[in-house]
């Protein structure tokens, strides 16, 4: 089917980058959110992030006033229900995203794609929640996914070739480069980065190096970008660690598991650049 029209469920880190990203390529987005708080900070986020981009010369002002026309927020899933492609981008837990996927099978038109931007969690149980197996499947994003162009494609035994061949055309409409992986945890990218992050972490825990130092290594002696360490607090520390507990449960390999510093850290808050701290300090950079 041809998508001419976009939901996201879920404005945080993943889903207001997402709408944006949909929104700047054309599409009309609706994001729907939990509750108006969270709604509005979401969005403002990305409004602040397009407002940047325009003063900074990456868009036009005009582009820049389209996109914003473009994205609709909303407290309602039933707001949903003339999306062509719903794509869900909550927090990492089954069974909200259960929750929504049943939901979903039930509000969105008969044709509608439904895609989950889950990290790790198993694609086949949200299609049989939705009743619509054929029409769903994986849309794996990278963070920031207004700067990263990858999209990991995920499919059950259960995804209709035409769903396959609709999302594949839709990434390519919105500029992203498209992998295909089967329904495992963590797919390609995360199930090589997790290790090598818990890595760092334990690293850190044991006095090996400082976190500087750890990051700093990587980055100039493996060529990377970004340091592990860098990189778990753009993920989010909460986030991280639901990944991993369900990539531990499926394959019980110790290389999983997260390591108890990262634990403390998000019972302490410290959740990454989202709270303000996690490895570094990022209070003077809040607010997106
Ligand atoms: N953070 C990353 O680097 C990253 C990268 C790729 C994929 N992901 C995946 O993307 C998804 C979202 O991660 P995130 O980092 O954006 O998390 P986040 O915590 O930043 O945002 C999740 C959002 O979902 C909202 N939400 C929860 N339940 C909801 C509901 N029932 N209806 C509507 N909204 C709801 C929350 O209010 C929150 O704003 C997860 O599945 C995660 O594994 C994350």
Known sequence: MTISTVGVVGAGIMGGGIAQVCASHGYPVVVVEIDRDRLDHGLKIVHDRLARDAERGRLTQERHERALRRLEGSTEMASLAGADLVIEAVSEDLPVKRRIFDELGDISNADAI??????????????????????????????????????????????????????????????????????????????????????????????????????????????????????????????????????????????FKAPTLLRR????????????????????????
């Open 114 to 255: 439904l895609a989950s931007n889950t990290s790790s969690l198993s694609l086949s149980e949200l299609a049989a929640a939705s009743n619509r197996p054929a029409n769903v499947i994986g849309l794996h994003f990278f963070n920031p996914p207004t700067a990263l162009r990858l999209v990991e494609v995920i499919t059950s035994g259960s995804t209709a070739p035409k769903t396959i061949e609709s999302a594949m055309a839709f990434c390519d409409s919105i500029d992203r480069l498209t992998v295909r992986v089967k329904d495992t945890p963590g797919f390609i990218v995360n199930r090589l980065l997790v290790p090598f992050i818990f890595d760092a972490i334990r690293m850190a825990e044991s006095g090996t190096a400082t976190a500087e130092d750890i990051d700093q290594a990587s980055k100039v002696g493996l060529n990377h970008s970004m340091g592990p360490l860098a990189t778990a607090d753009l993920i989010g520390l909460d986030t991280l660690v639901q990944i991993s507990d369900s990539m531990f449960e499926e394959y019980g390999e110790p290389r």
């Open 265 to 288: 850290m998000v019972s302490l808050g410290q959740l990454g650049r989202k709270s303000g701290g996690g490895f570094f300090d990022y209070s003077s950079q809040q607010g997106g």
